[in-house]
């Protein structure tokens, strides 16, 4: 089995930047930092509402290529057009509600079946666009996943991380297990998000089949604890 891989989303650095209307963090420093650590890939969510990443800065990360680009899209023409344009090194097709903090379920396959359709078909015509779809740990998007023909899933582990808190996980950890084994059978890549830390991210990379993980909001905010002390300390150096 191959070694997992882990993408960064960095949806978050460019919250943070917008919240200050500053220019930094610039993208790009973040890019180049998270390549010199071995990460495999970034992240980057365009969402309708432009609330954390800007087209601006997709189409700076795309032409800079630092790291492979995961483009995490709603399936609508607007996005299929961007995707087809800018071309990045893969695409994941996401839900989306504008008044969700975040990525709140996987996508209804099913009675989606005709729009990812005919977006996968176009985005498809760029052969080099991997394409992947985020879903739940359920055996029948999986098999529609298929059938749709994207190279990946990737499976939602919201709901077992929210569990996980609370030490009911088991259930929703042999299904997402599972559903990995399952559509790593069928010949899927299978990629795993959402939620994963430091605490509970352990039990995800025990399951063999998946081979890679993408994860966003415990990387920055653990980060403030692991890297608290050094700023603080160089701050104090100079003052001192
Ligand atoms: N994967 C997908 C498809 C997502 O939508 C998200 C959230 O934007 C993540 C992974 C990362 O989730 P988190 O920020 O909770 O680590």
Not at 9 to 36: G, S
Not at 41 to 46: M, P, Q, W
Not at 123 to 137: D, N
């Amino acid at each position: 089995m191959k070694k997992l891989r882990l993408g960064v989303n960095i949806d978050h650095f460019a919250t943070l930047r917008n919240q200050r209307k500053e220019v930094y963090i610039d993208l790009i420093d973040v890019a180049k930092t998270l390549k010199n650590m071995d990460v495999n890939s970034i992240t980057v969510h365009l969402r309708e509402d432009r609330r954390h990443i800007k087209d601006n800065d997709l189409e700076n990360l795309v032409k800079a290529n630092i790291l492979p680009i995961n483009l995490e899209m709603a399936p609508t023409n607007e996005m299929r057009k961007i995707c087809k344009t800018l071309s990045p090194f893969a695409c994941c097709i996401v839900p989306e509600k504008r008044s969700e903090l975040t990525t709140e379920g996987g996508l209804d396959v099913k009675n989606n079946l005709s729009n990812l359709e005919s977006i996968l078909f176009e985005i498809k015509q760029k052969k080099q666009i991997r394409t992947s779809l985020f879903i739940e740990p359920d055996m029948n998007q999986i098999k529609l996943a298929k059938k749709l023909g994207v190279n990946a899933i990737e499976i939602h582990t919201g709901k077992y991380s929210n569990l996980f808190e609370i030490g009911k996980y088991n259930t929703e950890l042999k299904k997402i297990t599972e559903a990995a084994n399952f559509a790593h059978k069928l010949g899927l890549e299978v990629h795993a998000g959402h939620g994963l830390n430091l605490r509970n991210v352990k039990n995800i990379i025990d399951i063999k089949s998946i081979s890679e993980l993408n994860i966003g909001y415990s990387i920055v905010a653990q980060s403030i604890f692991s890297g608290l002390k050094n700023v603080i300390e160089m701050y104090k150096k100079m003052m001192n």
